[in-house]
């Protein structure tokens, strides 16, 4: 029996107005004035230019001395954000200014393209985390490193030490080009259709820190990948590259655009064309200035490039990217085929040199630089010098000798590891949550670990049952940066009202997901009305409903699948 696929939810109406009555701010139709302060303040002064500032007078005068309009908004550009001040519960998010939500710490973001590390800034990493920010690290699932409790008088001394090992936070938040994911096994899995190493390092080292990049509308995500299991969730990135076969033209990428998530989820579609791998900078390049010049400044809920995309179409953003921004045409190419394994690359699996790489799941991202410093120390014992991070919070060491992989599983346990984690673990991701974050209601991490040590508990015995990770994605706010909407269950962090009482909570959506080997195509999860989560009740919920998939499934019916098809009473 074949199990039908749910029509695949791409996102909601995202056109901006059919018959505008204002401007938009787009700089090709609108000329440059800026439409509000956010615009007013990018046009006064790059946000690269605040790093001068950091090191001459800020680091040396501490945080009272600090510019408003840089601390609320260039310092994103070199990859710093205040963090939450302690005490402050969800309830209050939305009643306080930011000045008064913030610490006089911050978020340092290190930005890691491509995932690719070596155990040397690895090492590096774990020492400032040590030194500098109370040993804190989260993996994010940007394939970057967040260090938190971060002075600003120490921020020169972070960034000379990260760029003596050629790392840095240049352009790591704000406005800008951000990290550029990439496939964490690029270059050595033994079934990667291309390395998309030259690509990734091209991009970077022409367009980030590119002054004429450095005021886009918003933030601007970039994927790349030539691995078959399309590792890099692509659907939701700005701009993305997925390797593909042409048939005549050899080995190259299909291009997608205009995917993000937020409070306004909206897939990203195909341009239809094929991308020689020397042209993807290029391309890439077009397809960012058609992001700077035409997109929506006037509102900022609005200055995303699916917004764009959504009024234009993909024919009409092709014409402009061909016609305008590019020297000649792109040859219509394939779509790239169903993704053939997991993307998450956890456990051990062989490269092209016959040695192995081996990926371990921490507990929802979360870590510390004294882990960080272990795991450099421990992947040289076992002869590796290379470690991967991912977009699913995960780590991977590369290089491993057979003969090491076992006594290297061993001692990732021992550091908070997991190459062989159960389903549970191995399927949740979470945000940073209200611990650090301004903008969150809810807890995540702690509750999130909370709920996979119960579920391992309660269903544990039925693992083989369950037979396949069922993904766990939980959220402090609605901005979706653990991507609720994308996972099998996904919750929004918010207050519901509990038997009356207002607590903090989560929304739930259920039955999203990407592309994948149990999925032909990516949508996104519904939601049912009414129905909430109590902070502490993650574990309650995903038990209950969990228990009523397998009892109500039919054959290898996914649990996307089932989510989308169950009444509403089996989903409670």
Known sequence: MTIEQPTPIRGARTRTTRTPTKPHGQWAVDGREPL??????????????????????????????????????????????????????????????????????????????????????????????????????????????????VQVEDVPEIWRRLEEVGLSTTEACGDVPRVILGSPVAGIAADEIIDPTPQIQEI?????????????????????????SQDVVHEINDCAFVAVEHPELGIGYDLWVGGALSVVPRLGERLGVFVAPDQVAEVWHGVTRIF????????????????????????????????????????????????????????????????????????VGRVSGS??????????????????????????????????????????????????PSLFRRGTIACTGIEYCKLAIVETKANAAEAITQLEQRLGELEPEIGRPITLHVNGCPNSCARIQIADIGLKGQLVSIDGEQVPGYQVHLGGGLASVDREEAGL??????????????????????RRYLADRELDETFAVWAHRADEEALQ
């Open 371 to 420: 882990t960080l410093t272990a795991l450099a120390d421990l992947a040289e014992v076992h002869g590796s010098q290379r470690v991967r991070t991912t977009p699913h919070q995960k780590l991977i060491v590369l290089d491993v000798p057979e003969p090491e992989v076992e006594n290297l599983i061993a001692g990732l346990d021992a550091i908070g590891l997991s190459a062989r």
């Open 36 to 149: 509000n302060a956010n615009e007013e303040f990018k046009l006064a002064d790059d946000g690269l230019n605040v790093r001068e500032r950091i090191e001459t007078i800020y680091a040396k005068g501490g945080f009272a001395s600090i510019d408003p309009t840089d601390l609320h908004g260039r310092f994103r550009w070199w990859g710093l954000y205040t963090q939450r001040k302690p005490g402050i519960d969800g309830g209050r998010t939305a009643q306080l200014e930011p000045h008064e939500l913030e610490d006089e710490y911050f978020m340092l973001r290190v930005r890691i393209d491509g995932g690719q590390l070596t155990t040397q800034q690895l090492r590096v990493i774990g020492e400032i985390s040590t030194e500098f920010a109370r040993d804190s690290a989260d993996l994010t699932d940007r394939q970057n490193v967040q260090l938190h409790w």
């Open 204 to 228: 970077a080292d022409r367009f980030i820190g590119d002054a004429t990049l450095a005021n886009l509308p918003r933030k601007f995500k970039t994927a790349i990948t030539g691995h078959p």
């Open 292 to 363: 700077r010049d035409y997109g929506y400044r006037r509102l900022r809920n609005k200055a995303r490039l699916k917004f764009l995309l959504a009024d234009w179409g993909v024919e009409r953003f092709r014409e402009v990217l061909e016609t305008e921004y590019l020297d000649s045409p792109l040859p219509d190419g394939p779509a790239a085929p169903k993704p053939t394994s997991l993307g998450d690359h956890v456990g051990v699996h062989a490269q092209k040199d016959g040695r192995f790489f081996v990926g371990a799941a921490p507990l």
């Open 525 to 546: 999860g519904r939601t049912v009305r009414g129905l909430k989560v109590a902070a502490d009740g993650i574990a309650d919920y995903a038990e209950r409903v969990i």
